[in-house]
């Protein structure tokens, strides 16, 4: 149908040549002389626009197969992007695994809500893959939150955008010892805090877990200080950060396979019934 719809003005134009000439041969009197004169000069008149809308309806069809195979192109590009993106995260995560000292079970996201005081993150994996509650999870760029409720196949995290979220931190190179937590809203904005102002904390250093608490292990990355802020009437001073996972765009993860020593939990307790 398309090829005789390219066609169909050649057809109609031969068909009044033709018929033009037929005329002319056959017939030699004045009234038809005229007619030859107007029909030649019609034609004329005639071809220009013809052609111009013949090309006009080329061009609007080759632009239309150009802009698909655009939006194609596009989209393959797009595909290319997000497996070398991921080709990325996996190779930095299997960097992690080869040098970590401890365990790590590989996780993928498969649910969030980020988007709430109360967030949390869902993970492929749960009490048949030997994960429990209070491990840590962390990415290729470094913490991300700690596992809190925990069934057969499905793990609920708690991520540092929490507002329960805490964590004890350390700013690297220094004896700087704080509690990192989230105060909202910026997704990725921690603060860390009960740092004595006599240390000298600037932006740019980075922040990782201290291993204090016995809650997590040392060394983990948190993020990176952006400011640092007196507190009046206190001599300590409020560290701002900038979390190093972006929580919105990790799709990949592990959960580190960290127990409490329970002798010192055991002597934590002690003393809080003791007091």
Not at 60 to 78: A, G, P
Not at 110 to 116: D, E, M, P, Q
Not at 220 to 231: A, D, L, S
Request: aromatic residues 8%; proline residues 5%.
């Amino acid at each position: 149908m398309r090829k005789l719809n390219d066609i169909k003005d050649y057809i109609i134009t031969a068909i009044i040549l033709i018929f033009a000439v037929a005329l002319m041969v056959n017939r030699h009197d004045g009234s038809l002389q005229n007619i030859r004169k107007i029909s030649v000069t019609a034609l004329s008149f005639l071809e220009q626009p013809l052609s111009n809308f013949r090309v006009y309806r080329q061009a609007v069809s080759t632009n239309t197969y150009l802009h698909r195979q655009n939006i194609l192109l596009q989209d393959e590009l797009s595909r290319l992007r997000s497996v070398e993106q991921q080709n990325r995260v996996l190779r930095s995560l299997l960097n992690i695994r080869e040098q970590s000292d401890l365990p790590l079970i590989p996780v993928k996201i498969v649910a969030k809500n980020l988007v709430s005081v109360n967030s949390f993150i869902t993970i492929d994996a749960g009490l048949n893959n030997e994960i429990e509650p209070g491990m840590p999870v962390i990415n290729s760029d470094g913490l991300i939150g700690m596992t809190i409720l925990t069934d057969n196949n499905y793990t609920q995290v708690l991520p540092y955008n929490n507002s329960v979220f805490r964590v004890s931190a350390i700013v690297e190179g220094t004896r700087a010892y704080g509690i990192v937590s989230w105060p909202g809203p910026a997704s990725r904005e921690l603060i860390m805090e009960f740092v004595p102002e006599t240390i000298d904390v600037i932006p740019g250093q980075y922040v990782l877990t201290s291993g204090f608490t016995n809650q997590f292990p040392a060394g983990i990355p948190i993020g990176e200080v952006t400011r640092v802020e007196p507190n009046e009437g206190v001599d300590t001073q409020t560290i701002y950060l900038n979390a190093f996972t972006d929580l919105s765009t990790a799709s990949e993860a592990f959960v580190v396979v960290f127990r409490p020593d329970t002798t010192i939990n055991n002597l934590i307790n002690d003393q809080i019934e003791l007091f």
